[in-house]
């Protein structure tokens, strides 16, 4: 089956630390996603590709850094930086960004807590 | 810009209830349509959508319909189920606006027995 692959399910950061949370997808898919969700709070964008070796910053980037150095790749960094990354954070794709009635696809996050 | 707004939650009804989750929105041009719904320590899946005015969506007893007159699209079931507890987000995007989806807050909706 077709899908997003988010890993891991949970994970913890220490003080200082960086951490990089990963997301897979096998559905071809051109364009993909960061989003951070908050208790009780709608989706914010961190950042967003839309194809090999090209991103860019959403909503709420400072703090984290991506990269996008395969099709099906798209890994999340959460650095010291971001004084507040307790968060769910949920990866998405869709189709080529021409074809904007195509919904997006979702992973199934990763929770980051501090330790 | 675009945006999108729905309805304070949570909704809280009785199972076999009837159902609506408010959602308007505001977008140049004719953008496609979305409701995902979000369960607990889940991402999100798409429910349904719509691409143009008067288009009805529906997916497992739920239905919403474009409505560009009054920049709506509510969603509602007939008798909801325990297992319909979840987070509803509306959401839209393009043509003539972004590509990048535009999310509403979410309504959480609560099922009692």
């Known amino acids: 089956d077709g899908g997003i692959t988010q890993s891991p399910k949970y994970l913890f950061r220490k003080e200082g630390q960086n951490v990089t949370l990963s997301c897979e997808q096998n559905l071809n898919h051109d364009a993909m996603y960061w989003y951070r969700q908050d208790p009780g709070q709608g989706l914010r964008l961190i950042y967003y590709?839309?194809?090999?070796?090209?991103?860019q910053k959403g909503d709420i980037a400072e703090g984290y850094s991506v990269s996008r150095e395969k099709k099906e790749s798209f890994p999340l960094t959460v650095t010291s930086a971001q004084k507040n990354p307790t968060a769910f954070y949920l990866c998405?794709?869709?189709?080529?960004?021409?074809?904007?009635?195509?919904?997006?696809?979702f992973g199934d996050g990763t929770r980051l807590s501090i330790l | 810009g675009d945006s999108v707004t729905q309805m304070e939650g949570p909704v809280t009804l009785s199972e076999e209830a009837f159902l609506t989750i408010n959602c308007t929105y505001t977008a140049t041009g004719y953008p496609s349509l979305f409701w995902y719904v979000q369960y607990p320590g889940e991402g999100l899946q798409l429910l349904l959508k719509a691409t143009k005015a008067d288009d009805k969506g529906s997916n497992k007893g739920f239905e919403a319909t474009y409505r560009k007159e009054t920049t709506s699209f509510h969603l509602e079931k007939g008798s909801v189920q325990v297992s319909d507890s979840a987070v509803y987000f509306c959401?839209?995007?393009?043509?003539?606006?972004?590509?990048?989806?535009?999310f509403g807050r979410g309504t959480s909706l609560i099922v009692h027995p």
């Open positions: 998405a794709s869709s189709p080529q960004t021409g074809r904007t009635s195509q919904p997006q696809h």
């Open positions: 959401a839209l995007s393009g043509p003539g606006g972004s590509y990048i989806p535009t």
């Open positions: 590709s839309q194809i090999v070796n090209d991103f």
